[in-house]
């Protein structure tokens, strides 16, 4: 389904390294197997797509999250509230598989807007104002519970909507995805009687894609779930074998590879602007589990043809810090048919009789090329169509891939102790009870 291609590392990689890399790889694979590692209280989603379908309580959740969304779908607009890993794998799935302009589109399912995810008082003004007539739901996502972004953007919302529709009345349209038993959002919800989903606690945020924080919102844009996590629990299968047919595997010994030789970013890149989102969520999930100890790849993001005409001039020819992997899609959703022009004013008419997709094509095709000779290592990940198996795959190999690669670097893929220095400053700032000193300390900073 996914296929890992080493051709274009030839000259910055041999096959003598990738092949020297396996004990690397396996003893880090064993680590996540015996569960001994750092971080081994987060392993859940290393069994989640067969949980999924053999646990009697995720099966159940399952049913909740199918019955929920048949309730959602009858809304005109579904709000996700939620930042970082409650928040970019549902956006990412949804961009990917439906489309980046989905809420423009001819739908029997709800616009899904996505709030929550940044501070900006104008954004969150805008969504209100668009969705201010129309009949709405939302679904709350947030593992802790607390988190600022969210939790504001919900205080807000939720009382707009108790204005609309009553306490009662709120109650068929607020969804909370959460801890199963702490926090304030499980105690309100608990309390107000919303319907409540559960976030695994053996399940971190940005390897949560494949729980109800994502797949309440997929289902409610009308992706089949199902299809979703059976292409995860084939990556499942393919991603235990042996190191010589284990293209994740190999993946994370490229990378590692790539970044003792000195590289240290990873530009994800795509031909495709459904993918965008697709590569917001990567950078979250490596950025956050292996950029600690002052080591770790700088994951980064292009799509082509497009930046091209942009960060291209960087890549081709600026500081040689950087390798690219390339989400090589190998058939669009659809195409369009070159006719011929009989003016033929635009010179185009050499390309009279192709499909569109063959132009893209030739576009990565040249760019490899060029990158390649221009110093910069591609590594390129095949896959033959963008479909609900296939990208339940792809969320599980890198998921995998990452996990593994974090193991080889030293560090403990499953925190994020990094995080809570703006926050701690923020709160103190803001006058958070309990960080009156903080306060007074970073207010002689600022000056
Ligand atoms: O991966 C992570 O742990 C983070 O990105 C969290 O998902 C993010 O901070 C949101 O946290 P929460 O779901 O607790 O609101």
Same mark, same amino acid.
């Given at each position: 389904?996914?296929?890992?291609?080493?051709?274009?590392?030839?000259?910055?990689?041999?096959?003598?390294?990738?092949? =020297?890399?396996? #004990? !690397? +790889?396996?003893?880090?694979?064993?680590l996540?197997?015996? *569960?001994?590692?750092?971080?081994?209280?987060? $392993?859940?989603?290393?069994?989640?797509?067969?949980?999924?379908?053999?646990?009697?309580e995720?099966?159940?959740?399952?049913?909740?999250?199918?019955?929920?969304?048949?309730?959602?779908?009858?809304?005109?607009?579904?709000?996700?509230?939620?930042?970082?890993?409650?928040?970019?794998?549902?956006?990412?799935?949804?961009?990917?598989?439906?489309?980046p302009?989905?809420?423009?589109?001819?739908?029997?399912?709800?616009?899904?807007?996505?709030?929550?995810?940044?501070?900006?008082?104008?954004?969150?003004?805008e969504?209100?104002?668009?969705?201010?007539?129309?009949?709405?739901?939302?679904?709350?996502?947030?593992?802790?519970?607390t988190t600022?972004e969210?939790?504001?953007?919900?205080?807000?919302?939720?009382?707009?909507?108790?204005?609309? =529709?009553?306490? #009662? !009345? +709120?109650?068929?349209?607020?969804?909370?995805?959460?801890? *199963?038993?702490?926090?304030?959002?499980?105690? $309100?919800?608990?309390?107000?009687?919303?319907?409540?989903?559960?976030?695994?606690?053996?399940?971190?945020?940005?390897?949560?894609?494949?729980?109800?924080?994502?797949?309440?919102?997929?289902?409610?844009?009308?992706?089949?779930?199902?299809?979703?996590?059976?292409?995860?629990?084939?990556?499942?299968?393919?991603?235990?074998?042996?190191?010589?047919?284990?293209?994740?595997?190999?993946?994370?010994?490229?990378?590692?590879?790539?970044?003792r030789?000195?590289?240290?970013?990873?530009?994800?890149?795509?031909?495709?602007?459904?993918?965008?989102?697709?590569?917001?969520?990567?950078?979250?999930?490596?950025?956050?589990?292996?950029?600690?100890?002052?080591?770790?790849?700088?994951?980064?993001?292009?799509?082509?043809?497009?930046?091209?005409?942009?960060?291209?001039?960087? +890549?081709?020819?600026?500081?040689?810090?950087?390798?690219?992997?390339?989400i090589?899609?190998?058939?669009?959703?659809?195409?369009?048919?070159?006719?011929?022009d009989?003016?033929?004013?635009?010179?185009?008419?050499?390309?009279?009789?192709?499909?569109?997709?063959?132009v893209?094509?030739k576009?990565?095709?040249?760019?490899?090329?060029?990158?390649?000779?221009?110093?910069?290592?591609?590594?390129?990940?095949?896959?033959?169509?963008?479909?609900?198996?296939?990208?339940?795959?792809?969320?599980?190999?890198?998921?995998?891939?990452?996990?593994?690669?974090?193991?080889?670097?030293?560090?403990?893929?499953?925190?994020?102790?990094?995080?809570?220095?703006?926050?701690?400053?923020?709160?103190?700032?803001?006058?958070?009870p309990?960080y009156?000193?903080?306060?007074?300390?970073?207010?002689?900073?600022?000056?």
């Amino acid at each position: 389904m996914i296929k890992l291609n080493t051709n274009y590392l030839k000259g910055f990689v041999a096959d003598h390294e990738i092949a =020297y890399a396996e #004990d !690397g +790889v396996n003893a880090a694979a064993a680590l996540l197997d015996s *569960k001994n590692g750092p971080g081994n209280d987060f $392993l859940g989603w290393t069994t989640l797509p067969f949980d999924l379908t053999t646990n009697p309580e995720y099966v159940k959740e399952i049913e909740l999250i199918k019955d929920s969304a048949k309730i959602i779908k009858k809304s005109s607009a579904l709000l996700v509230i939620g930042i970082g890993g409650s928040y970019l794998g549902a956006r990412a799935v949804i961009d990917l598989l439906k489309s980046p302009l989905y809420n423009n589109l001819k739908k029997d399912t709800p616009d899904i807007y996505y709030i929550g995810n940044s501070i900006n008082p104008a954004y969150l003004n805008e969504v209100l104002s668009i969705i201010e007539d129309r009949d709405i739901c939302i679904n709350v996502i947030s593992k802790s519970g607390t988190t600022t972004e969210p939790a504001l953007a919900f205080r807000i919302i939720r009382e707009k909507m108790i204005a609309k =529709y009553g306490k #009662d !009345g +709120v109650r068929d349209r607020i969804f909370c995805t959460t801890d *199963k038993a702490r926090g304030t959002l499980k105690k $309100l919800a608990d309390e107000e009687g919303y319907r409540t989903f559960v976030v695994p606690d053996d399940v971190g945020g940005r390897f949560s894609v494949l729980t109800a924080v994502g797949l309440l919102p997929m289902a409610c844009a009308g992706i089949d779930i199902d299809a979703v996590i059976a292409g995860a629990q084939k990556a499942v299968e393919d991603t235990v074998l042996p190191y010589a047919s284990n293209d994740c595997y190999k993946y994370a010994a490229v990378r590692n590879i790539l970044y003792r030789k000195g590289k240290s970013v990873e530009l994800m890149v795509s031909y495709d602007p459904a993918y965008a989102m697709m590569s917001e969520w990567f950078k979250q999930l490596f950025g956050e589990s292996e950029g600690k100890d002052g080591k770790g790849l700088f994951p980064a993001s292009v799509t082509f043809s497009t930046d091209l005409h942009s960060l291209g001039q960087f +890549v081709q020819d600026g500081s040689n810090i950087m390798f690219e992997t390339v989400i090589d899609i190998k058939t669009p959703k659809t195409d369009i048919f070159l006719e011929n022009d009989k003016d033929n004013i635009d010179g185009l008419n050499f390309l009279t009789g192709q499909n569109m997709s063959m132009v893209n094509r030739k576009a990565f095709e040249g760019t490899v090329l060029a990158h390649t000779e221009g110093g910069v290592p591609n590594i390129i990940i095949e896959m033959d169509k963008i479909d609900e198996e296939n990208v339940g795959y792809l969320i599980y190999f890198f998921e995998k891939a990452c996990a593994v690669s974090g193991y080889m670097l030293g560090v403990n893929p499953f925190d994020q102790p990094g995080v809570e220095g703006y926050k701690n400053n923020m709160y103190a700032l803001l006058g958070k009870p309990g960080y009156e000193e903080k306060r007074a300390e970073l207010e002689k900073k600022l000056g």
